[in-house]
């Protein structure tokens, strides 16, 4: 008999803190207190508070334990379940009270969140295809072949559905188009290859409800007439992948995959396909060549992949966050979907907060959300009470949201008219100790670095833009080089084979727009407003206000400040490597760090 | 099935264009505008990387590629906008900004397509810093070529044409971004790997990158050393080719001048290697009548190109027991020189030097097969030769385009030469040795000499016309006096493959296979001139039957000289003598 | 799997064994687990509740832990909150009284009255 549950967050973060050995703990503390078949432990997928973790979750009060480690995980047991008592040090303290919470319920990350996508993540077993059916896992499936391709596609296209992988096109139309094009065997590919930065929706999906992709895929495959499924994920989700296998096994049994789909006479399987971990390989047309075996290369569209995609053939794909949108929809109809988000852009989206904010992790609300709320009011913030400045989203493919539009709602179209794109929902938050041009320049690099060099201007532009700002940041810029800038930022986004270097400026061109006196600085001033730019940083002592007290030149790693106990030091500017440990160490605000 | 046309504006004047056509076809054909391009190569390299062929088209954010961006119905085209201008501009100095600029001693230096096209945008500056850090190590490991990454600019015609023509895939793009390469396996190196020789991708280079590995210098200086005694021999498609290089009108016949040309140079004698395709022909012709007669393996593959030689032996060993164990024209030639010649003329072999002017690259490889040291061989025991002192039949092998190199170093005023005629004995040939050059060629010149020699009568007409032309596979069944035989021809190695994959399957409906490595035969081989004419090869076919129409012996057989070296030297063709002399060996490659 | 009927089946039989995790908004049975609750036999009533709950089918009701309420001499004590009406505390509930307040009380709607500490909260 079991009275108690305990859920244990074995997504990617808990993971990387310590998720198993903290189970470990909480597996010995059962037994040695004798309650080992009262208390079943059940590993879920990601909660979502990344920071928080690892997270135990007591049901069935729901009780929300964080930052537990292995030292501080055996009260769980001895004082929750034996006692009854509330392990209190455990709960999260509510950022604006002194008040701590005792659930999910209580906790405004969690509270403002609609949960679709993440319906399951976090609340199920991800291998146990029952919990997924328990809620309502397949049912979708089961309204597909009720009603046939045709109404799936209708009901998608009504639905307003877009890809939640970055651009936004509507799902529907790629449905409709991949099953009005002709050709055969049809494929329906699930993209899996998430590659932004900080981006790790996908992963959380795939790792903490695998079944809701196997399940879009195979409404997909029956829609377009397709037989043949793949899923690309990257080889550094391990444990996506190994969940994903288990729940493809798991599938079969059941009869969701194979032949004679629930008594259809639909057949349909999946396979995987491991990524080598380029993110060109997210690009579409990239990764159909890399499925095929090929050096994952981008070619132009069109053709677009439902007209000839994998070895030529009408293909359809989709990420992972937008295949998660499907059964629900299928179930609940467009009209539900609908009931969220903007007209344009209906239905929630899953953003991964980062960056300068209290709470970060993974959070999804419905599109429309401002960033005001975002920001404050579910991420809790910015720390240390420093200034918000801007949002980074779209990763190296977007741009900033400036604190001037806090208040806009963000969805597709909103966030294009500023020049950066939705993406595949990454955000980084960032504040008055960041500077812009450090920012797009470390995007550039990115995708520097992950360009697969096929075409001129990506390969060759995105590098000469990249040596500008390299020149810029340390000071050495010259007054045209932001119209060199703006220059090849157009002629890149303008003749770049795929979406990877048609936005791999945005990044640059945005910052310039929105904080052009940043760059001026940088070049006219030889100053990085923000500090950020060590080329560009000079520590010095005041002398004021130096007691002589010997802690920096102590401190200094490289002998560059000299003095005489009680006296004023002096910091020599050609030895000086800017590491700030001076300023750092300095207890009389004597360090001036411009 | 008619073809729909579409309306289209291209610069704001109405066209109605075929559908399927792309913007560059279109603006080409209906608006007499030329849009420039760099990587695109029609049906071979269609991948728009470079981003030269950016068009206007109202209605879209970005500039699509001309090359690759179909026309559709009401669209409307600007070749010629700023934002045009400006993108075409700045992804060609992208381009150069990490381009050598050693412009003055590139090999490419007047027939570059990257520095014609930087003129023609009117580049006059380029605004951006080199940004590759190192230097990269130049491929010196071929026998054939020679490959410079510095100069490369990744326009993958090279790897497209090596993939998708010859179905060789002996290099790919290797690395990322700003660091990606176009390589070989593991960086080995073109000499080390499946690389057949070909030099096809050399023909498409847009710049120096690609040029094959001289034996200028190794020439001149045997030309200047009063003790040797250099002979010339030139293969049949040089002579139709050769003139290009020197402002002659393409498909010009240019043999007289080119012999008279070489003779310039300080070439003792200046041969024909048409003398030993006519002795091939003796050879591979008396094969395929023996294993027809005697039931021998069939079909007979011919043997003359090294570029299907080492395709052979690298991906279809099992098909070597049927290629014809003839060695090819080049090879006999020098071997012929160094034996018969040598012994008639009282020449010491080791004095002789044997150079050939090949339209090949692959023919440098050739050369160097440790099996061809047949004269060497010969004479050893004679003359008590040592193994050192061992010596190949062929010394050196000149590219069509080196030979044009050599005889304008020299100053000589090449079109305008009066002709002159090959030396004799080994220069004399047949209008069947001419056609060795042209893709079914060899397979014709052996009809003529088998028809006669199994039917012993004399052909009604010469002219197998079902074999001839630049398909890339052709076949074809030749009535042999009431017995039907029925013959296959295949030029470029993908074509070939599909061939010999029936032959290996034991699935080949044919008697005779004429395979030639590159499109059209020997006349569109890697070591010819470099020509943007469309029409190139057609010309160059045109002229070698011409040549072949106008020789008063047009059967091998009946070459008097052909027939002198059998009455003194070889007793009778496929004599144990002649397949000493004249036949080789083939081995697996496919481990290496 | 050949039909939704039977997908349907599985649906219903997991939901069981996720009870735990599911909203219950009918009402709610504390169990003090002090030490003196737990010397007293709490565990055993624990599992009585759960059990006679699972028993009778009755899917809405959590059943919780609490430390102790205070009232150590009448151990083991459970609290019952049925919605919209005032909770009930009960004292020495062993087994078989556990079963009792279950079905009484929780099922039939009748307050057990000589099992009752205290109504109304503590």
């Known amino acids: ?117 993440l319906r399951n993540c976090g609340v199920i077993d991800p291998l146990s295809i029952e919990e997924y059916i328990a809620r309502d896992g397949y049912f979708g499936l089961g309204k597909a072949l009720e009603i046939g391709p045709d109404a799936i596609i209708q009901t998608i296209q009504e639905s307003g559905l877009r890809g939640r992988g970055g651009a936004g096109f509507p799902t529907g139309i790629k449905w409709k188009a991949a099953r009005d094009a002709s050709g055969s065997p049809k494929y329906v590919v699930c993209n899996g290859d998430e590659g932004d930065p900080g981006a790790f929706m996908d992963r959380s999906v795939l790792e903490g409800d695998p079944h809701s992709v196997i399940e879009a895929m195979v409404i997909a495959g029956f829609a377009i007439g397709a037989a043949t499924g793949y899923v690309y994920v990257r080889a550094e989700y391990p444990l996506a992948i190994e969940r994903l296998e288990v729940a493809l096994t798991r599938a079969r049994e059941y009869g969701f995959l194979g032949r004679n789909i629930l008594g259809s006479g639909f057949d349909f399987d999946i396979e995987i396909r491991i990524g080598a971990g380029a993110f060109v390989c997210g690009e579409e047309t990239a990764l159909l060549r890399s499925i095929e075996g090929k050096r994952g290369m981008p070619s132009a569209k069109p053709p677009f992949p439902a007209q000839a995609g994998l070895w030529g053939k009408p ?42 904010v209290q709470n970060t992790g993974l959070v999804e609300v419905p599109m429309g959300t401002t960033l005001r709320e975002l920001v404050f009011d579910i991420g809790g913030g910015i720390p240390g009470g420093k200034a918000f400045k801007g ?38 938050i960032l504040d008055e100790d960041n500077c812009m041009v450090d920012v797009a320049k470390f995007y550039l690099a990115f995708t520097v670095d992950e360009s697969c060099g096929k075409c001129t201007p990506c390969r060759e532009g995105t590098k000469q833009m990249y040596q500008i700002m390299e020149r810029i940041t340390d000071g050495k810029g010259t007054p045209n080089d932001i119209g060199k800038l703006k220059t090849l930022g157009r002629v890149i986004q303008q003749t770049s084979l795929c979406g990877l270097g048609q936005s791999a400026p945005n990044p640059v061109l945005s910052t310039i727009r929105f904080f052009p006196d940043e760059y001026r600085a940088h070049i006219e001033d030889r100053k990085c407003p923000a500090h950020a ?62 | 099935m008619e073809m729909r046309t579409l309306h289209v504006k291209i610069n704001g004047r109405d066209y109605q264009v075929p559908d399927g056509s792309t913007i560059l076809e279109a603006a080409s054909a209906y608006a007499n505008i030329e849009i420039p391009t760099l990587c695109y190569l029609e049906g071979i390299s269609e991948e728009g990387a470079c981003g030269v062929c950016v068009v206007d088209v109202k209605g879209t954010r970005n500039l699509p590629r001309a090359c690759l961006t179909k026309v559709s119905e009401g669209m409307e085209i600007w070749t010629n906008t700023a934002r045009v201008r400006e993108a075409r501009k700045i992804n060609v100095e992208l381009l150069l900004a990490n381009h050598p600029t050693d412009c003055f001693t590139c090999e490419r230096t007047e027939n570059c397509d990257l520095r014609d096209l930087a003129s023609e945008l009117g580049v006059r500056e380029v605004e951006f810093p080199r940004t590759r850090t190192e230097w990269l190590p130049i491929d010196n490991t071929s026998l054939s070529l020679v490959r410079d990454p510095n100069k490369c600019i990744l326009c993958r015609r090279c790897v497209n044409v090596c993939a998708k023509v010859q179905s060789v895939y002996a290099i790919d793009i290797a690395g990322r971004g700003s660091n990606s390469t176009v390589s070989t396996f593991l960086n080995e190196g073109l000499g080390n790997v499946e690389c057949v020789n070909c030099g096809q991708c050399l023909l498409v280079c847009p710049t120096g990158a690609l040029t094959e590995r001289s034996e200028i210098p190794d020439v001149w200086k045997v030309l200047g050393d009063p003790d040797k005694i250099v002979v010339v021999e030139t293969a049949p498609a040089v002579r139709v080719a050769i003139g290009e290089e020197f402002g002659m009108p ?24 048409d003398f030993s395709a006519d002795l091939t022909i003796m050879e591979e012709g008396f094969e395929l009548i023996g294993r027809i007669k005697n039931g021998g393996t069939l079909p007979l593959i011919t043997s003359c190109s090294p570029g299907w030689i080492k395709f052979a032996e690298t991906f279809f060993p099992g098909v070597l027991d049927y290629v014809s164990s003839c060695k090819s024209p080049q090879q006999m030639f020098g071997t012929v020189t160094k034996t018969y010649w040598a012994e008639k003329m009282g020449f010491d072999p080791r004095k002789i030097v044997v150079v050939s002017v090949m339209p090949c690259t692959a023919k440098k490889f050739e050369k160097e097969r440790p099996e061809m040291k047949t004269a060497f061989h010969y004479w050893q025991e004679k003359m008590s030769l040592k193994d050192e002192e061992a010596f190949n039949d062929v010394d050196f092998v000149l590219t069509t385009r080196e030979a044009a190199r050599m005889i304008r170093e020299a100053g000589i005023d090449f079109a305008n030469l009066p002709d002159e005629d090959f030396d004799k004995p080994l220069g004399e040939s047949s209008g069947a040795g001419v056609i060795f050059g042209a893709t079914g060629g060899v397979m014709e010149a052996a009809l003529r000499t088998a028809y006669e020699v199994l039917t012993r009568k004399s052909l009604p007409r010469l002219d197998f ?79 070698i039957y011409r040549e072949d129409a106008g020789k008063p012996i047009r059967k091998s057989h009946e070459n008097p000289e052909i027939q002198e070296i059998y009455k003194d030297f070889l007793g009778e063709p496929n004599s144990e003598k002649a397949h000493h002399l004249l036949h080789t060996t083939y081995h697996d490659r496919s481990g290496e | 799997m050949k039909s939704l009927e039977e997908l349907k089946r599985i649906k219903e039989e997991t939901l069981k064994a996720m009870d735990l995790r599911q909203a219950k908004d009918r009402g709610k049975i504390v169990v003090a687990m002090g030490t003196c609750g737990i010397a007293a036999g709490a ?39 049925m919605k919209d009406q005032p909770s009930v505390i009960y004292g020495d509930v062993d087994d078989a009284n556990a079963r009792r307040i279950v079905r009484e009380h929780v099922q039939g709607g009748q307050v057990v009255a000589e099992l009752v500490i205290k109504r109304g909260n503590l």
């Open chain 2, 250 to 273: 393409d498909g010009t016949q240019a043999t007289g001048k080119m012999a008279a040309a070489l003779r310039s140079l300080g070439f003792n004698k200046v041969f024909d290697t």
């Open chain 1, 391 to 428: 949002a980074q989203t779209g990763g190296p493919s977007g741009g900033i949201i400036t604190a001037d539009y806090l208040d806009m709602p963000i969805d597709f179209d909103s966030v294009k008219e500023l020049g950066t794109i939705m993406g595949s929902g990454g955000l980084i």
């Open chain 1, 315 to 356: 293909t359809l794909i989709n990420n992972v966050e937008t295949y998660a949108n499907v059964p629900p929809i299928l179930i609940n109809g467009a009209e539900w979907f609908r009931s969220v988000g903007t007209a344009k852009s209906p239905g929630t989206k899953v953003f991964a907060l980062a960056g300068k």
């Open chain 3, 43 to 81: 565990k055993d009533t624990l599992m009585a509740v759960i059990d006679e709950l699972d028993k009778a089918g009755v899917h809405d009701v959590q059943v919780v832990q609490s430390g102790c309420m205070g009232l150590c001499d009448r151990e083991p004590t459970i609290e019952v909150s």
């Open chain 2, 465 to 543: 016309e079902d074999v001839r032309g630049l398909e890339g596979m052709k076949s074809a069944t030749i009535d042999i006096d009431g017995t039907p035989l029925r013959v296959a021809i295949a030029n470029g190695l993908g074509n070939a493959r599909i061939l010999i994959e029936e032959v290996q399957k034991g699935e080949s409906p044919y008697q005779f296979i004429e395979i030639m490595t590159c499109p059209g035969g020997c006349l569109g081989g890697g070591g010819q001139p470099l020509s943007n004419n469309p029409d190139i090869k057609k010309r160059r076919a045109e002229a």
């Open chain 1, 1 to 117: 008999m079991i009275r108690n549950q305990l859920l244990i967050c074995a997504g990617g973060a808990c993971i990387t803190s310590g998720e198993k050995s903290v189970k470990d703990v909480l597996v010995e503390e059962l037994a040695k207190n004798g309650i080992q078949d009262e208390v079943q432990i059940i590993e879920t997928g990601c909660m979502g508070a990344c920071d928080l973790g690892p997270i135990v979750v007591v049901y069935p009060e729901g009780t929300f334990y964080q930052k537990v480690t292995p030292q501080n995980a055996g009260p769980i047991v001895s004082e929750h379940l034996v006692k009854g008592r509330v392990v209190s040090g455990l709960l999260y303290r509510q950022p604006t009270s002194e008040t701590r919470a005792q659930t999910r319920e209580e906790i405004s990350f969690y509270t403002l969140q609609v949960k679709r996508v």
């Open chain 1, 533 to 594: 730019c060590l080329h560009l940083l000079t520590y010095s002592v005041v002398s004021e206000k130096c007691v002589g007290c010997t802690a920096c030149a102590r401190q200094c790693p490289v002998q560059a400040i000299t003095g005489q106990v009680k006296k004023a030091h002096v910091i020599d500017q050609a030895t000086c490597i800017k590491c700030g440990s001076c300023y750092e160490v300095c207890r009389f605000d004597a360090i001036l760090k411009e």
